[in-house]
């Protein structure tokens, strides 16, 4: 298989961010001539990995990295890569994860990243979003231990931390709050520490190299602005020129991390992280209420004339709200790697609706 030129025009922002995180002194060799499985391919975060793999073919030919996408929708698949669909170098399969792989070839790195992370999903759909998490890492977990594949990095979240005290924030990698098992919108977060025991196991059992990553709240080009959390409602709201309605009091607070910092560090913990350890993905700096986050926003497209007002009308059904006030993830294990991340709060979120706008 011999890389080639992408024929087809990226999202200038996403070139962009991808151009800059294959610039850095990563050990990117290591997928030379390598096949790496992408699951839940075209979803937020993970279509950023595929994205820069296939950027980093490229830029030096000789890397021969041969992407696999594993996909449960195909039309949202062909939609987000339709730029990368004749490439040989490049394959869509779709399959849900909940089944096992039937992947033609073997693999050398499994990321898997396939998930219901929105909490839209969590009161209407809460078996589904706990499959992934849980068949959906043991499947994949085998299918790295038949290939006997020489990494494996599972997409975790902050979310397994449950409610801990303020005195613990920001979280670090040992730090666990309280999370009820009994109550629906546990389905995420406990499915997520189930994953995360299934990697420990199959490491200890049979030698699995699964690293884990936990991100905390992360934005950017490419998410699905009706996600249902604050921060992708006011980049929608901003996009269609309508005011911010606050649905509560703009209290809570939340660090906010960029989308291209969040994907350099998935990258590192992979390539330079230890085999069974987990790494807080997050951005301590950029902190804000989401009153703030709002106030903000409208701040940096002043000729648009927006503002913001509060409406606590209750969520619409089957959205069930995270009860954490404060969330900040401690991210001085990663940081331990090389890992900076290096986009302010105001540049990430405006990146962010210049990327959607382009689309249109």
Not at 131 to 151: K, P, V
Request: charged share 20%.
């Amino acid at each position: 298989m011999t890389a080639v030129s992408c024929p087809a025009r990226r999202n200038a922002i996403i070139e962009e961010d991808v151009a800059w995180i294959a610039s850095h002194s990563l050990p990117w060799r290591t997928f030379a001539n390598k096949t790496v499985l992408v699951s839940g391919a075209n979803g937020f975060l993970p279509a950023y990995m595929v994205e820069t793999l296939l950027y980093l073919n490229e830029a030096d030919r000789s890397m021969n990295c041969r992407v696999i996408g594993l996909a449960r929708n195909r039309e949202k698949a062909r939609k987000r890569f339709a730029h990368f669909l004749d490439r040989p170098d490049f394959a869509v399969v779709i399959q849900d994860v909940t089944s096992p792989p039937t992947i033609p070839v073997p693999c050398d790195f499994i990321i898997h990243a396939a998930s219901q992370a929105s909490p839209k999903f969590y009161g209407c759909d809460p078996v589904g979003t706990l499959a992934a998490n849980s068949i959906g890492t043991f499947n994949l977990l085998s299918f790295a231990r038949d290939c006997r594949a020489e990494g494996f990095l599972f997409i975790s979240s902050g979310d397994v931390y449950g409610q801990v005290p303020e005195s613990q924030i920001p979280t670090s990698e040992d730090d666990y709050g309280y999370l009820d098992p009994n109550q629906v919108r546990s389905c995420y977060g406990e499915s997520k520490r189930i994953g995360e025991t299934m990697c420990a196991a199959f490491g200890h059992q049979y030698g699995v190299a699964a690293k884990i990553v936990r991100p905390g709240h992360t934005y950017g080009p490419g998410m699905a602005m009706d996600d249902g959390r604050v921060f992708a409602d006011f980049v929608a709201n901003i996009v269609r020129h309508e005011d911010i309605v606050l649905k509560s009091d703009g209290a809570a607070r939340r660090a906010f991390c960029y989308l291209a910092d969040a994907a350099l560090a998935f990258f590192t913990v992979l390539l330079k992280g230890e085999r069974g350890h987990a790494y807080n993905v997050g951005n301590e700096a950029c902190e804000a209420s989401v009153a703030d986050l709002a106030r903000m926003l409208v701040g940096l497209f002043p000729e648009r004339g927006l503002s913001f007002r509060f409406d606590t009308t209750p969520p619409p059904a089957g959205y069930l709200q995270s009860k954490l006030s404060r969330g900040s993830l401690d991210t001085t294990k990663l940081r331990g790697l090389g890992w900076r991340p290096a986009t302010g709060l105001q540049e990430g979120f405006k990146r962010t609706v210049m990327s959607f706008e382009e689309q249109r």
